[in-house]
């Protein structure tokens, strides 16, 4: 089965083949490393050590393999910052959609159409796990900006 596999370090999710009988523990050892854990998209949950197949895994599902089992996210906007912390496997988007919501800075429809999520100034693919964004102390600072700005 084809899985796509998100990992520090890798520059987008790589495409592996694994068999569906293995298990999670089979599968780290193939693709992560000794203390490494592994979620899928936007689960909270780990992956129990069984078989692939009998844990909701199914061809082309996003795996995310990583030591953080947890990251601490704090994203800036209008010289504020609100912090949250969420699983390594959660998107850039599920990030968005708490800091632009009402329990993060509030932005009304049409201001949250017009902002996206940046780190460095480089604005952030909605489907990138932040668990891959991370620092090695498993900490995340965004920035909550205009996708476009006019420079006067």
């Given at each position: 089965m084809e899985l796509f596999l998100h990992k520090k370090g890798f520059d987008g999710p790589q495409l592996v083949d694994v068999g569906e009988d293995i298990t999670v523990t089979e599968f780290l050892s193939l693709h992560g490393a000794p203390e490494s854990s592994?979620?899928?998209?936007?689960?909270?949950?780990?992956?129990a050590d069984e078989k692939l197949s009998s844990v909701g895994v199914v061809e082309h599902s996003h795996i995310h393999v990583g030591r953080c089992r947890e990251v601490a996210v704090r994203v800036r906007y209008g010289g504020e910052s609100k912090e949250e912390?969420?699983?390594?496997?959660?998107?850039?988007q599920r990030v968005f959609d708490w800091a632009a919501?009402?329990?993060?800075?509030?932005?009304d429809p049409t201001?949250?159409?017009k902002h996206a999520l940046f780190l460095?100034?480089?604005e952030l693919d909605p489907d990138e796990h932040i668990g891959v964004l991370a620092s090695d102390e498993c900490e995340l600072t965004l920035?909550?900006?205009?996708?476009?700005r006019h420079e006067g």
């Open positions: 592994a979620w899928l998209e936007n689960d909270d949950e780990l992956i912390r969420f699983r390594p496997s959660a998107t850039v919501g009402p329990t993060g800075f509030n932005l201001e949250r159409a460095k100034k480089v920035d909550l900006a205009p996708k476009e």
